[in-house]
Structures are given as structure tokens and as C-alpha cells.
């Protein structure tokens, strides 16, 4: 391996907000936030979702929206049926 070409690797914290779950995961991400977790300092990123909160991995079954916009769309006009 060639010195010097290669993005420093190593432990980052990671948050996910949706679930409050942190991860310590190996990482060549940049960022200029820290953050304490269990008596040592990490740098830090925020996530939205993660396995700890995504449907596909906890099993729950979401639902954005109770009509799609077609649906909502054919019952705006269902009046015009000839």
C-alpha cells in the first residue's frame, strides 16, 4: 500500500436519531463534530435511520399515507364517470 493516499480510518460515532441508538462503527468519514460516548470521544454524525429504526430490519409495519395520489386523484374525479 502507498503512504499518503489512503482517508484515515477510524472509529466514528454514530447517531440515529429516530431510535436515540448509537453505533461505533470503523469509518473514513469526515466531520468536525465530537462527542462523548461511554468515557471516550468520537467524531460524531446524525443519522435518520438506521437498522435500529428501519421497518425492514424491526419488523413494524408503517404507513405514510393512508391514499396514494392516484387514489386521491380518482376520487377527486369519480363524480365525471359518463
Known sequence: MRNGIHPEYKEVLFHDTNADAYFVIGSTIQTKQTREYEGKTYP????DISSASHPFYTGEVRQASNEGRVASFNKRFSRFKR
Open 44 to 47: 460524531y454524525i446524525t443519522l
